[in-house]
């Protein structure tokens, strides 16, 4: 009980399931506005995406936009929004991370000790070798601008 003005009491009561419901549920207008902060990230990486046109280790070309999407998640702190390209590499790793931040130079070898590395060359012929020297990659960033088409939002 507190008192009020002129000496009065007063109570405040406050609805715990009606809290969760607005701040903490999807079907919130908190949730429903991440959903939408959700979707306007996940276009904006779309359309930021690099897309090799003929492909890359045997993926089609647009492989890593067509994975970009977008999650609700809740935690304790409270509701969240995940976007992100789970795409990976032949290899499985996370192919979207290194076209968002590129890669250092490093070795390539077949899975397989005996096999060969096999790919199309910009030349269009084929090459094959036993290891391949990559002198890695530059950041091609699309995640991260994406975050600015909030501004505004």
């Not at 990976?88 to 968002?100: I, N, R, V």
Request: glycine share 14%; proline share 9%; net charge positive.
């Amino acid at each position: 009980m507190a008192v009020g003005a002129g000496g009065r009491g007063f109570r405040i009561d406050f609805n715990e399931a009606e809290l969760d419901r607005i701040f903490k549920s999807p079907q919130g207008p908190v949730g429903r506005q991440m959903a939408r902060y959700g979707e306007i990230v996940t276009q904006g990486a779309k359309r930021r995406c690099p897309v090799s046109p003929r492909g890359s280790g045997g993926r089609p070309s647009g492989y890593t936009r067509s994975k970009i999407g977008w999650e609700l998640h809740r935690d304790a702190i409270g509701l969240y929004t995940d976007i992100a390209s789970p795409a990976k590499t032949p290899q499985g790793e996370p192919l979207g991370l290194f076209l968002e931040v590129g890669t250092r130079p490093h070795v390539i070898r077949p899975k397989n000790p005996r096999g060969w590395l096999r790919w199309v060359g910009a030349d269009g012929r084929v090459h094959f070798a036993k290891k391949v020297n990559h002198p890695g990659t530059s950041a091609q960033p699309y995640l991260r601008p994406a975050l600015e088409d909030l501004r505004g939002a």
